[in-house]
């Protein structure tokens, strides 16, 4: 089982940047693949990035491409996600979660483990 930790949220104005922390312990996760969702006010959770430890590869949402980056840093266990240009509808609790294996849509049910996720709020 992978222990997952976020960190980072905050307030912050819009046009604003943040940068949010998943920290992974517990287990070795070279083959898995870290994910980001958040869940705004009355809405369901959406996937937002994924990256995967080994090989770096990237996958996001259309709603963050291009103001969005997720990297990871082996050596830490962690990965993070650059949030810039951030609008009101960011605003959510991002959650970072693993699973096994980059093949496969980025749903939440497809990922096994979660943080308790961290606010992000983004004031207009």
């Known amino acids: 089982q992978v222990q997952l930790v976020e960190s980072g949220g905050g307030l912050v104005q819009a046009g604003g940047s943040l940068r949010l922390s998943c920290a992974a312990s517990?287990?070795?996760?070279?083959?898995?693949?870290i994910g980001w969702f958040r869940r705004a006010p009355g809405k369901e959770r959406d996937f937002v990035a994924a990256i995967s430890i080994i090989g770096g590869l990237t996958s996001y949402a259309d709603s963050v491409k291009g103001r969005f980056t997720i990297s990871r840093d082996n050596s830490k266990n962690t990965v993070y996600l650059q949030m810039n240009s951030l609008k009101s509808e960011d605003t959510a609790v991002y959650y970072c979660?693993?699973?096994?294996?980059?093949?496969?849509?980025?749903?939440?049910?497809?990922?096994?483990?979660w943080g308790q996720g961290t606010q992000v709020t983004v004031s207009s």
């Open positions: 517990g287990r070795t996760i070279g083959s898995f693949v």
């Open positions: 979660a693993s699973r096994f294996g980059y093949s496969g849509s980025f749903t939440d049910r497809s990922f096994d483990s």
